[in-house]
Each structure stands twice: as C-alpha cells, then as structure tokens.
C-alpha cells in the first residue's frame, strides 16, 4: 500500500476532551469521535486536572471502540497508531500516549507521537481537500495565540505568539467575571451576537507591534469598565470585548500573510470556531485577494482527527517515534 493511503487512527486527550478517529491518507475522515467532559468540569469554573485524567482513563477504551465501530474498521485495517504528546496536561496526556503505545505494539503497527499545534494546524486539510501552502496560520486556541508562516515544502516558522494570555483564555476569563460559565467562547459568541458592540471601544493592546498578542490589559479593561459601568448589558459587553479580540486577531493576521507574501490564511484551534472571527476574517482574504481555510467548528476544537492527520505527515516525513516517547506538557511548536 502506498503511504498517502494510510488508516490511521489518531488519539487526542491533552485537556478536556477525549477523542479518537480514523483517517484515512491524512484527510479521508472515516470517523471522529468526541467525548466532552466540560459537564464535569464546569461547575469548577475550568478543567481540574485530576478530574480530566480520570475520566479520560474512564472513556479511552469505549471512545476508541466507537471510532472504530463507526469507521466500520477493525484492527486488521489500521497501519499507524497516533496520540498527542504535547503540549497539555500532563496525566491527561500520558493516557491518551500510553492507549496508542499498548494498542500500536498488539497491533504491531508503529505509533507517531504527535504535536498538538501542528495537529491544529493539519485541520485544514481535513475539510478543505484542496488546501495548498503557503499559508500563514493564526492558531488560537485555550492555552496558545501565534500566528505561523507555513512554507510550501510542508516546514514552518513561528511569526509571533502572545506575551501572556492566550485569546481562548481571554474569552474564558471574561466569561467567569461575567458570570456566565465555562467554556467562555461559545457562550460570549452567542451572547455577542445579541449585543451592540459600540457601547465602548476597549483598548488594543500591541496592535501596532508586529505579530506579538496580548489579552491580559484587555481583560481587565474589562472587569474595570463592568465594575464602573454595572447598569450597561451583559451582551453589550460581551459584544465589545469579542470586537477587540477580533480585531486584534484580524488585523495581525492580515498584516501578517501580506508581509509574507502567503496566498492563503488559515484559522486553527478552539477560538477558530467564533463566528465574528470567520465573518471578518473571510472579508479580509477577500479584499487582499487571499485564499480563506476555516475549518469547520468540529475540526477547530479539540478532536482526533486533525491527530490523526497530523500523524500521518510526520510519519511520512520522520518515520515512526519510538516507544520511549512520553507525554511532553510543554512541547512547543517545532520550527523547522
Ligand atoms: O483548541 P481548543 O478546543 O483546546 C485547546 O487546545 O486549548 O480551544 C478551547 C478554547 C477555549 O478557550 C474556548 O473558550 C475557545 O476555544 N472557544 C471559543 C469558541 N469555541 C471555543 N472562543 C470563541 N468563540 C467560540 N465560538
Ligand atoms: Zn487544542
């Protein structure tokens, strides 16, 4: 069998979710399923880590077992076993990396240990079967804001990455001080949509410095502005404040894929999923000329198959990882 037709299966348990699916040739989706435990952990107001890696040790083996049911596979038909391996928490990590390992070593497939940002980044090839490079990424995510410069021979290099919050984080802060839950995103996404953001213009912080975010000032412009102003409505807010992260992200991006010449621009990770987001930046790539990859809203959060994917180029490009591999938690995005 050629490499490009590969059946994969991809394993993902960094945070919160745990997931597994088939792929098959990095883009073919057979199967992808999502186990969410925000239930569990939205009472917390976050994920509790000891709670997130029991419940992944809990749902690992049905969730699997869906994929591949679903997938209509059986373990004669994988070749390669993928999971994350970083960055995330770590005893969620090391379950989804040890179910790959065992289950890569009674298959005798190998197993690819895979980079959770450039599995983001990989979901673009999975809704977007034409997807070329070069590309720059705006990848934003719970933990992570960078903007990637995508080369056509498949390396990378990072352009700019937040000097403290992450734009996930930034929603999920909000949200809690807002009182309305968590996961803030999708929630503040909603809620914005019913709102008027003209009621106050919120700083930008950095807007004018390069390819380098920064949402904490923003946040807490924020919580200052609804602590002198408590009568003006939550979704008026909420409506501000997604305006000034957009904007931010929008205008850095654009700036960004200009400078660099790259044809496309690619939204990735959880944030990617935001509506206001995928409205201003699709208008961008039209008026640069520039091709737009949004990944449809299941591919942006946390899931399998863009591991699988993921899995499948690095396996074609360095072979298979050894079985010493652990989990990494603060495994960064390797420039190359
Ligand atoms: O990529 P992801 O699923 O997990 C990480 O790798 O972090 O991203 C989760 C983040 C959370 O902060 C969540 O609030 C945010 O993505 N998010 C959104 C939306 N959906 C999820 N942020 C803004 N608008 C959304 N619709
Ligand atoms: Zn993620």
């Known amino acids: 069998m050629s490499g490009r037709e590969l059946v994969v299966l991809g394993i993902e348990t960094s945070c919160d979710e745990t997931a597994a699916a088939v792929v098959r040739g990095g883009r073919e989706v057979l199967s992808s399923v999502v186990s969410s435990q925000v239930d569990l952990h939205a009472r917390f107001g976050g994920v509790v880590p000891e709670i997130a890696s029991r419940a992944h040790v809990e ?5 699997i077992a869906e994929a591949m049911l679903s997938a209509g596979v059986e373990a004669k038909d994988i070749d390669l076993v993928a999971a994350t391996m970083g960055p995330g928490l770590v005893g969620a990590l090391l379950v989804g990396v040890s179910s790959a390992k065992a289950l890569a070593m009674v ?8 980079n959770h940002l450039e599995a983001h980044m990989h979901a673009a090839f999975l809704d977007e079967p034409d997807f070329e490079l070069p590309a720059v990424v705006l990848l934003v995510s719970g933990g992570h804001t960078m903007l990637v410069h995508w080369q056509e021979d498949g390396s990378y290099s990072l352009l700019g990455e937040t000097q403290d919050d992450a734009a996930g984080e930034a929603f999920d802060k909000v949200s809690r001080y807002l009182g309305l839950g968590y996961p803030g995103g999708p929630v503040i996404d909603k809620l914005a949509g019913e709102g008027d953001a003209s009621i106050v213009k919120f700083p930008r912080p950095m807007l004018n410095d390069g390819n380098v ?8 412009s924020v919580v200052n502005y609804v602590r002198k102003n ?5 979704e008026d807010v909420a409506a501000a ?19 660099v010449g790259a044809k496309a621009l690619c939204l990735a990770g959880g944030v990617a999923a935001n509506s206001w987001l995928r409205e201003r930046l699709l208008s961008v790539c039209v008026e640069e000329g520039l091709q737009a990859y949004l990944p449809s809203r299941e591919m942006c959060t946390d899931n399998a198959a863009m591991v699988a994917a993921a899995g499948w180029h690095r396996y074609l490009i360095d072979g298979p ?8 938690p603060n495994l960064r995005l390797v420039v190359t």
């Open 59 to 63: 749902l690992i083996t049905p969730v």
């Open 107 to 114: 298959w005798d497939v190998p197993f690819v240990g895979v």
């Open 213 to 220: 975010f920064s949402f904490s000032g923003l946040k807490t």
């Open 230 to 234: 408590p009568e003006v409505a939550t």
């Open 241 to 259: 404040f997604q305006e000034a992260v957009v904007d931010l992200l929008v205008t850095k991006a654009r700036r960004a894929a200009v400078e």
């Open 321 to 328: 990882s050894g079985l010493d591999v652990g989990a990494e």
